[in-house]
Nanobody, 121 residues
C-alpha cells in the first residue's frame, strides 16, 4: 500500500504565502517524478509544478516566479512554496508521485487526497 498525505491548505489573503507538503509512505522502492496539480471549481485539474528525482523542475506559466517546488528524497516528500498568492490560485491542490513499489513493478502514479487553498481578495 502506498499513501500520499498532504498537509492542510488554508485561507490566505491575496499577496500572502502558503507552503504545502506531501509525504509518500508505504511500500516504496523508488520515486521518480513528483508534482502538484490543482482544480478550481468548474474547471479541469491542471498542472502546477513537477520535479524529478534529480531536481529538474517544470512550472505552469501562471505560477512561474511565484511558486517553488522542492523535494526531500530521503523523506519521500515534496513541497510547494506559494508566494504572492492571487485569488485565481484558489482550488483543491493535489500532489502526485510516480512510484515503483518493487523492482518487479513498473512506475505507477499515485495521488494525494487533495487540500483546499483559498485566496481572498
Amino acid at each position: 500500500q502506498v499513501q500520499l498525505v498532504e498537509s492542510e491548505g488554508g485561507l490566505v489573503q491575496a499577496g500572502g504565502s502558503l507552503r504545502l507538503s506531501c509525504a509518500a509512505s508505504g511500500r516504496i522502492f523508488s520515486i521518480n517524478s513528483m508534482g502538484w496539480y490543482r482544480q478550481a471549481p468548474g474547471k479541469q485539474r491542471e498542472l502546477v509544478a513537477t520535479i524529478t528525482y534529480g531536481g529538474h523542475t517544470n512550472y505552469a506559466e501562471s505560477v512561474k516566479g511565484r511558486f517553488t517546488i522542492s523535494r526531500d528524497n530521503a523523506k519521500n516528500t515534496v513541497y510547494l512554496q506559494m508566494n504572492s498568492l492571487k485569488p485565481e490560485d484558489t482550488g483543491v491542490y493535489y500532489c502526485n508521485a510516480d512510484i515503483m513499489v518493487t523492482p518487479a513493478h513498473k512506475f505507477t502514479t499515485y495521488w494525494g487526497q487533495g487540500t483546499q487553498v483559498t485566496v481572498s481578495s
